[in-house]
């Protein structure tokens, strides 16, 4: 789930969308392209790297807690490989913002913050 708030006009805004994991792969798709329109291939890649980074911990945040498997099936599907999937499990693992725990069937991922 995502909150969208702000204004258009004089008008307030506040939103929530629904996204499964096929949606966060196709919006991952589609930011970082418009985001970075005639950069260098390096600018894009970086950009669309730390804006994958940023949905990933958007995602946790928002599920507050997941358990390893479904975590790394959202996460293949939003980085498009089970490769890139796993890389951002690892980075989770040592980012402060989140506290794995280690449970008899699979590790829970927990939004810390």
Do not use: C, F, N
Request: proline share 5%; no cysteine; glycine share 8%.
């Amino acid at each position: 789930m995502m909150r969208i708030r702000g204004r258009i006009g004089d008008w307030p805004v506040d939103l929530t969308v629904e996204l499964d994991a096929q949606d966060w792969a196709q919006l991952a798709q589609h930011i970082a392209p418009a985001a970075v329109m005639g950069e260098p291939p390096a600018v894009a890649a970086a950009v669309k790297t730390d804006a994958l980074w940023q949905t990933t911990l958007e995602l946790l945040r928002q599920a507050g807690q997941v358990e390893g498997p479904q975590l790394l099936a959202q996460l293949s599907a939003l980085a498009g490989s089970e490769m890139a999937g796993k890389r951002l499990l690892v980075r989770l693992r040592h980012s402060a913002q989140v506290r794995m725990e280690t449970a008899v069937d699979a590790p829970i991922y927990h939004w810390v913050g």
